[in-house]
């Protein structure tokens, strides 16, 4: 295509000036001779076939030659070059050279060139034209309901240059056209270094050439069938295409049957037609948009709402995507929204029952499920229903989620493509997500480019997200001008590709025509896109805010503006769409029904969360929403299972496959413990996994560098050394009719890929979840999952979830990062009460992992890690598992396993007692040190250094939260003369301590003191220098063994 355009650009006429030029410069060096492609060039020039492929470079040659030297090249190339020099065709100028002169050339085609060459430069002015509106077109559209600025942060307001079919105001339209033409380099420095260029309009062309008809390029579909039009019309359709109350961003994307396919939707003459049933159903759907919160507001004007007045036509534009969504096979709507408008989702959209929102505004509702609740504007929903436009099924759950917007999307996009998964849905054809979004927050909050850029990733793609932006331009008291540096809030999106489509919500009609595309773009392309409804916030930031302190202007026109649903019913009655009566009776109805609702609402006493769940587990727990049994079985396999996957692990099962040498040596050694019935942190992991998949549970690991292992342990893709891009995943060739097996590499995120995690495990509890930092510190930039989602999502909305985080955990003279995962915070976090001794019964473990909000567990063995693992799947509920996982301990020598500790009988030890000599003469133990982790292995070490196997005992505490009460408190008293220690590697304000002592002195009934033997209390997690890393260790080692180290203390 280069080489057809340069050559194709060659062959246009050329002026007096530059044949003389050309002729008088002597033949550049090949290297040299470089002409920059030119973008517009004449249609008939590039659909001659003889100019494509290898024939244009022979042509450019001769033409080269030609202009050096006219006589070096045959008589017919001399005629040919000449003629398309005069501006002839090149499919004409040929003519056969038998008694052909130049003499003998038609005068008219001889004499033509300074009218051909006005002719060529009008039409590519016309080109150029239509490119600008194509490109900037949106920044003139009339966007703002308000009219007070531009939705691109521009102070000038655009005018709408259109009068009628017939006039054309040409002073106004060269005013718009220094805003459509800057960027273009080429048009900007032409109208800023000639005034006489601005007097006669674009590029050349005046007043005077607004009859003619111009041939229209193939990169526009204004003419509809017509292949030309008179300059004003193009101009007019232009305008009537890109300028009006929607405005279209696209041309950024590099992809040119994507960009022709939005050109056809938005240029084509007359595409935005509604039959009389489409306004119809478009102005009730306004009525009950509208209604709804007048309704609220009449009754509730006190309460807090996040109303959607100023923005009424986000739930016809919701209903559209999903009306065309469903028309196009999709089954299950997947959504996500901040708070503004989420009561009115609830009601119109989703369709819960009226009475079950109204309830939630009385205030001697009691609350009927454990946990906190939480305020009816976070809360979510899960629905099937007839979608009554298609008559299809459809499933819509709507995702419940916190005060941190934007917090939701890569959780709804995670539900998303686990929904996907489970029904086989490879291309997105029948499962979809919505995500509604704030303006300033769309900006300004950094997991919105996050999730963006998971949207195209294998292992993440939901195949297209739409994307719906409630435009207030403010926010909360913020303007925009304060709140991003981008035109658009938008903005963002551009990074993949996706089509923006602005729209003025003030314009239902435009609004449903744009949603219509949307839906039909993520169908037809399965990218994202994005609507940008520019409206504006009727009230404060909620109800009881007071909005004119900061933004006077604004709410001055506000208060003057009249509502949407008014302006489209005055707009449809004098249509004579429909009647004043017919209008007026559609709002009675609704009107009645909110009112039939309310007083129900009143019978109801009750709040039942429950009822707001968005992502019930049909079949999981019994019909109130109890678990089917309170046992755990046996998390132990047969030595025939283990030998099994010990064998997949430590082998290739593809032929022909060259793995890397070190790798070779990797699985010989895994063999190699399998023959001696032991496995290592690696092994034991594949064990859990390998197992769970053989018994049909899927599992899914995901995080930064999993497929190989940060610290290269686990090596779970193998890739062929010779041939690019081909691996292998032993994990799925376990077992005929195992589950599929997902372990895929992250994007450099946290935040999102967390989120998307979350959202996985939300779908099925029949699924083992996991995400690894890469370091545990690193989960710290998905702070905000954790706290709002993980911790207390049951509590918030009665929802379990079984996602495991490995948090790889130790100090081992790394520095301050990559050292600790900050166990404080996620103890800190445990719901469970440290004053008080629970009630010991035969099933106390399990109700304890019932009633806790999550799990937290530091295995010091591979064996219990195996356990824990298979225990999350085996258990019949779900709750959050936080792993610190090891990072040396992962070839320490003695952090093995034997497979009798993974046996049928055999589970996960949430204590691990003393089992060396001290054990056998309990009376004699002087010391029992309690522990958690790697620093066990230190101690043992350290022990035997001092000669104190009988003195000293070591517990390990495996599972920190729940805590092990009944297991510590029956250490405690086999060692009645021991005093007790806690160790920790961590420093005495970090790790472990403040949480475990408390308990520890419940559990002795505050018998004795429990002492602290760790790094003292900083700042930093861990020093720089290796050097006082070691001088700490030894220290606290010292303090562990001195068994007169707290005498005197108290």
Not at 169 to 185: A, P
Not at 534 to 549: A, K, L, T
């Amino acid at each position: 295509m280069h080489r057809l355009r340069t050559c194709a650009a060659r062959l246009r006429p050329l002026t007096a000036n530059q044949k003389a030029q050309n002729f008088s410069q002597q033949r550049p060096v090949a290297a040299q001779r470089t002409f920059q492609p030119i973008r517009c060039y004449t249609a008939p020039v590039a659909a001659e076939p003889f100019l494509n492929g290898t024939s244009s470079n022979y042509v450019e040659e001769m033409y080269l030659s030609w202009l050096e030297n006219p006589k070096s090249v045959h008589k017919s190339w001399d005629v040919f070059f000449r003629n398309a020099n005069a501006g002839a065709p090149p499919g004409a100028a040929y003519q056969s050279p038998l008694g052909m002169t130049v003499a003998s050339l038609p005068q008219a085609m001889v004499g033509a060139q300074p009218n051909v060459e006005k002719l060529v430069e009008d039409h590519l002015a016309v080109q150029s034209l239509i490119r600008a509106y194509q490109i900037r077109g949106h920044h003139v559209a009339q966007l703002d309901p308000l009219g007070i600025m531009d939705a691109d942060l521009d102070s000038s307001v655009p005018s709408d240059i259109i009068t009628s079919s017939d006039k054309l105001d040409l002073t106004v339209f060269k005013d718009r056209l220094s805003i459509l033409t800057v960027g273009e380099s080429d048009c900007k420095s032409h109208f800023r270094d000639s005034s006489k260029d601005w007097e006669t309009g674009f590029y050349g062309l005046d007043e005077s050439d607004l009859d003619k008809v111009f041939r229209l390029p193939t990169t526009t579909f204004i003419g509809g069938a017509e292949s030309a039009l008179p300059l004003k019309e193009i101009i007019r359709r232009l305008e009537m295409a890109y300028c009006q109350h929607i405005g279209v961003e696209f041309m950024f994307i590099n992809d040119l049957d994507q960009c022709q396919w939005i050109r056809e939707k938005f240029e084509k003459p007359g595409v935005m037609q509604f039959t009389l049933e489409e306004k119809r159903t478009l102005l009730a759907r306004m009525v009950r948009s509208t209604r709804f919160e007048e309704f609220l507001q009449r009754k509730w004007s006190s309460e807090k709402r996040f109303g959607l007045e100023g923005c009424e036509s986000l739930i016809p534009a919701l209903k559209t995507i999903i009306d065309k969504s469903s028309a196009n096979g999709v089954e299950n709507v997947i959504m996500g929204m901040p708070h503004r408008g989420r009561l009115n989702v609830l009601a119109n959209v989703i369709r819960k029952e009226l009475e079950q929102i109204f309830c939630q505004f009385d205030s001697k509702l009691e609350a009927a499920d454990e946990g906190s609740g939480d305020v009816k504007y976070h809360l979510g929903m899960y629905h099937r229903r007839i979608n009554r436009v298609t008559d299809r099924n459809i499933t819509l759950s709507l995702m419940a989620n916190p005060s941190h917007l934007e917090a939701v999307d890569p959780v709804v996009q995670g539900k998303t493509k686990a929904e996907q998964f489970y029904c086989g849905d490879t291309d997105g054809n029948r499962v979809m997500s919505i995500l509604m979004h704030g303006d300033a927050a769309f900006a300004g909050q950094g997991v919105v480019y996050e999730t963006f850029h998971l949207s195209d990733l294998p292992s993440y793609t939901t195949h297209g997200t739409v994307h719906v932006v409630v435009n207030n331009q403010i926010g909360f008291t913020t303007d925009p001008r304060m709140a991003r540096s981008s035109p658009y809030p938008t903005d963002v999106a551009r990074v993949v590709n996706a089509p923006i489509f602005h729209v003025n919500a003030d314009d239902p009609e435009a609004v449903m025509y744009v949603c219509n595309v949307a839906a039909e773009w993520r169908a037809t392309f399965h990218k994202d896109v994005v609507v940008d409804l520019v409206g504006y916030r009727r009230m404060g930031h909620n109800e009881m805010d007071e909005p004119m302190f900061t933004q006077p202007l604004m709410y001055k026109q506000i208060k003057k503006q009249k509502g949407v649903l008014l302006k489209y019913a005055e707009k449809l009655i004098a249509e004579g769409a429909v009647t004043r009566q017919e209008y007026e009776e559609e709002i009675a109805k609704y009107d009645k029904i909110c009112e039939e609702a309310h007083a129900r609402s009143k019978d109801e006493k009750i709040l039942h969360i429950k009822h707001w769940l968005d992502s019930p587990w049909p079949g999981f727990f019994t019909l109130d929403g109890q678990p089917k049994s309170m046992s755990s079985p046996s998390t132990g396999l047969t030595e025939e299972e283990l030998a099994h996957i010990g064998q997949v692990a430590s082998s290739v099962p593809v032929e022909d496959f060259t793995i890397h040498g070190g790798l070779s040596r990797i699985l010989k050694s895994r063999g190699e413990m399998i023959k001696n019935r032991t496995v290592d942190w690696a092994l034991g992991e594949y064990m859990a996994f390998g197992s769970l998949l053989k018994e049909g549970t899927h599992v899914r690991l995901s995080g930064q560098d999993v497929e190989r292992g940060t610290f290269s342990h686990r090596h779970h893709v193998l890739h062929d050394q010779n041939v690019d891009k081909r691996t292998c995943i032993p994990m799925n060739h376990v077992s005929p009719n195992q589950a599929p097996y997902t372990v895929c590499n992250s994007s450099l995120s946290e935040y999102g890929v967390l989120g998307f995690e979350l959202g996985f495990a939300m779908a099925s509890p029949n699924a083992l979840v996991l995400w690894e930092a890469q370091f545990g510190d690193f989960h710290n930039t998905a702070q905000c999952i954790i706290d709002q989602f993980i911790c207390p999502g049951q509590a918030k909305w009665v929802r379990q979830n079984g996602i495991v985080l490995l948090l790889p955990h130790g100090m081992e003279g790394m520095g301050p990062e990559h050292s600790s995962a900050r166990p404080e915070r996620f103890l800190q976090m445990c719901n469970d009460d440290p004053d008080v001794m629970p009630k010991l019964s035969e099933d106390f473990a399990i109700q304890q992992l019932m009633d806790c909000n999550w799990i937290v567990v530091n295995c010091s063995n591979p064996g219990n890690y195996f356990h824990v693992l298979r225990r999350q799947i085996l258990q019949p509920f779900r709750k959050p598992l936080i792993v610190f996982t090891p990072k040396s301990l992962l070839r320490h020598p003695e952090a093995k396993s034997n497979f009798d500790v993974m046996l049928p009988g055999t589970q996960f030890l949430r204590l691990i007692p003393e089992e060396g000599t001290a054990s056998q003469n309990p009376e004699g133990v002087k010391r029992i040190v309690f522990c958690t982790g790697k620093v066990y292995y230190e101690l043992t070490k350290e022990r035997k250094t001092h000669g104190m196997e009988d003195t000293v005992a070591i517990a390990r505490v495996e599972q920190l939260s729940p805590f092990p009460f009944d297991l510590v408190k029956a250490e405690t008293e086999k060692y009645p003369n021991a005093d007790l220690v806690w160790c920790q590697e961590e420093h005495k304000n970090q790790g472990y301590y403040d949480y475990v002592k408390p308990r520890m002195r419940t559990t002795i009934q505050r018998s004795k003191p429990v002492w602290y033997a760790g790094r003292e209390p900083a700042a930093a997690p861990a020093t720089g220098n290796k050097k006082a890393h070691l001088v700490e260790l030894k220290r606290f080692l010292d303090t562990a063994f001195d068994l007169d180290a707290f005498k005197g203390q108290v």
